[in-house]
């Protein structure tokens, strides 16, 4: 178990709807990385906060937005989605608070996303 | 920004044989370098990592090894098992009091033939 969690595991909706997927990280990690894998593919960076702010962005659609929250919980939403947002999403979570920053990325489980 | 190649895509060993994943970077600055074992329809899970200031670090069957002149990073498995099939990916990252980034490669795609 790495401490973080992400809901929910799995999610089927139609195109043209919207989804919110969420992320609880480590207790006490301030960085939220999202992150993008369809069938076979590589993990593709989407966004990263940090202590609630934008740190960095990557190949995050306009159709999609994040937030992180007071509490260090983030929020992914797709919207107006298409048949190829299908994918398994990843939140993972670095930098704890009061801990040595040892560098090191731990990824949730995953939300598995089918859109039909 | 960093840009990071991994190669082979896919490899395939017989049990026993040793498998080397080879991996470039770009940024010079770039200061950690994990590496992480993704099984299918799991999530990645670190597996090592090295420091800018370390050339080799070894955790019994498998090693990491960096040349920062040549900007270039190994991960190599000895006496493969089948339990090692999985994708591998490399990354480099700058370790930031702000907010750690890191590039991923591609993966490479190991199957262990028993």
Same mark, same amino acid.
């Not at chain 1, 999202?34 to 659609?61: C, M, P, T, V």
């Not at chain 1, 989605?81 to 040595?100: I, P």
């Not at chain 2, 270039?72 to 591998?88: C, G, K, M, N, R």
């Given at each position: 178990?790495?401490?973080?969690?992400? !809901?929910?595991?799995?999610? /089927?909706?139609?195109?043209?709807?919207?989804?919110?997927?969420?992320?609880?990280?480590?207790?006490?990690?301030?960085?939220?990385?999202?992150?993008? =894998?369809? *069938?076979? =593919?590589?993990?593709? @960076? %989407?966004? =990263?906060?940090?202590?609630?702010?934008?740190? #960095?962005?990557?190949?995050?659609?306009?159709? +999609?937005?994040?937030?992180?929250?007071?509490?260090?919980?983030?929020?992914?939403? *797709?919207?107006?989605?298409? %048949?190829?947002?299908?994918?398994?999403?990843?939140?993972?979570?670095?930098?704890?608070?009061?801990?040595?920053? !040892?560098?090191?990325?731990? @990824?949730?489980?995953?939300?598995?996303?089918?859109?039909? | 920004?960093?840009?990071?190649?991994?190669?082979?895509?896919?490899?395939?060993?017989?049990?026993?044989?040793?498998?080397?994943?080879?991996?470039?970077?770009?940024?010079?600055?770039?200061?950690? +370098?994990?590496?992480?074992?993704?099984?299918?329809?799991?999530?990645?899970? *670190?597996?090592?990592?090295?420091?800018?200031?370390?050339?080799?670090?070894?955790?019994?069957?498998?090693?990491? !090894?960096?040349?920062? !002149?040549?900007?270039?990073?190994?991960?190599? /498995?000895?006496?493969?098992?089948?339990?090692?099939? #999985?994708?591998?990916?490399?990354?480099?990252?700058?370790?930031?009091?702000?907010?750690?980034?890191?590039? @991923?490669?591609?993966?490479?795609? %190991?199957?262990?033939?028993?």
């Amino acid at each position: 178990d790495s401490g973080v969690t992400q !809901t929910p595991k799995h999610l /089927i909706t139609a195109t043209g709807q919207r989804v919110t997927l969420r992320c609880s990280p480590r207790s006490g990690d301030l960085s939220v990385y999202w992150y993008q =894998q369809s *069938l076979d =593919q590589g993990l593709q @960076f %989407l966004i =990263q906060y940090y202590n609630g702010e934008e740190r #960095a962005k990557g190949n995050i659609l306009e159709r +999609f937005s994040a937030q992180q929250f007071p509490d260090l919980h983030s929020e992914l939403n *797709l919207s107006s989605l298409e %048949l190829g947002d299908s994918a398994l999403y990843f939140c993972a979570s670095s930098v704890g608070r009061q801990a040595v920053n !040892t560098g090191e990325l731990f @990824f949730g489980e995953g939300s598995r996303l089918t859109v039909l | 920004g960093e840009n990071v190649e991994q190669h082979p895509s896919t490899l395939s060993v017989q049990e026993g044989d040793s498998a080397v994943i080879k991996c470039t970077y770009s940024d010079s600055a770039s200061n950690y +370098f994990p590496w992480y074992k993704q099984e299918l329809g799991k999530r990645p899970q *670190l597996i090592i990592d090295i420091r800018s200031n370390v050339g080799e670090k070894k955790d019994q069957r498998i090693a990491v !090894t960096l040349n920062k !002149t040549a900007k270039h990073f190994s991960l190599h /498995i000895t006496e493969t098992q089948p339990e090692d099939s #999985a994708v591998y990916f490399c990354a480099a990252s700058k370790i930031l009091g702000t907010g750690n980034q890191f590039y @991923f490669g591609t993966g490479t795609s %190991l199957t262990v033939i028993p």
